[in-house]
């Protein structure tokens, strides 16, 4: 298995995927070797289909858990082992179209106040203010610092785009004073070691957002992804256009911006009004 995970991991490289997206589509492949306890390329199509049948009949994963199972494995056989077996044509998962988690100003604060340790606090505020997906947090360098203009230049972001972000002058100070705290050369949010050639890690950020969210008593099954979601529906709220938020946020299609126009109920109280109006001519 350790020369066809080498081998996938190349190709995964090559074919321009992120290596949290290489890690997460390498583990697939290991998990259905452990289920039939043999060497991948040893597992025969008809294992394959059953296997997948199994995750949804018997082990009951979500449509999500599924779909990057699916991923994964589909590109293990079809591109590593240029296999074209009929079945990885057949399967499909269902996408789900729920909505994100989505906090309010006041309860971001009420999580913020609860982070106890300087570097994640400063990095969790960073990620609220700037929009920012936890990788993209943790990664942030001292020259990505833009000072004059007022930006954040966030490198090889999702798909491999670089963009520009917002640093609100709050953010700046917060960053300014922290990172004199260490004075890493690199990393604006440095890993325990010391001197530390590595940031800290998003699983130490995430470990310590959620004893924060419960500490705070907020209720929400929020992550550290809810504070891009909440940062992207407060600046909509705030009146912001929906073009400009799809530019910071990144995404690639304004398809995935618009879902934030379902998340915030101050976009819809002109709507409501109306709507009760012409009702109370039918029933007064």
Known sequence: MNALRARMMEDLKLHGLSQNSRIIYVRAVRQLAEHYHKSPDQITE????QYFLSLSE??????????????????????????QWRVLNLLRVRRERKLPV???????RRILEKVHR????????????CGLRIEEGVHLQVKDIDSKRGVLHIRHGKGGRDRYVPLPGVILKMLRGYWATHRNPIWLFPGDTNPSTNPVTSRAVRK????????????????????RHSWATHLLEAGVNLRVIQEYLGH?????????????????????????????????
Not at 46 to 49: F, P, Q
Not at 102 to 108: F, G, H, K, N, R
Not at 209 to 226: I, M, N, P, W, Y
Request: net charge positive; proline share 3%.
């Open 102 to 108: 989505v906090l309010t100003v006041e309860e971001v």
């Open 208 to 227: 310590a957002f959620d004893l924060a969210r419960r500490e705070s008593g907020v209720q929400k099954a929020a992550s550290v992804h809810t504070l």
């Open 252 to 284: 690639a299609s304004p398809k995935s911006t618009a879902l934030y126009t379902h998340l915030t109920p101050k976009l819809t109280e002109g709507a409501n009004r109306a709507i009760d109006q012409m009702l109370e001519k039918l029933w007064p």
């Open 46 to 49: 008809e294992e394959l289909r």
């Open 58 to 83: 018997d082990r009951k994963l979500s449509d999500s858990s599924r779909s990057v199972a699916l991923t994964g494995i589909r590109f293990f056989y079809t591109r590593t082992l240029q296999k």
């Open 118 to 129: 300087q570097r994640i606090r400063v990095c969790l505020s960073t990620i609220y203010a």
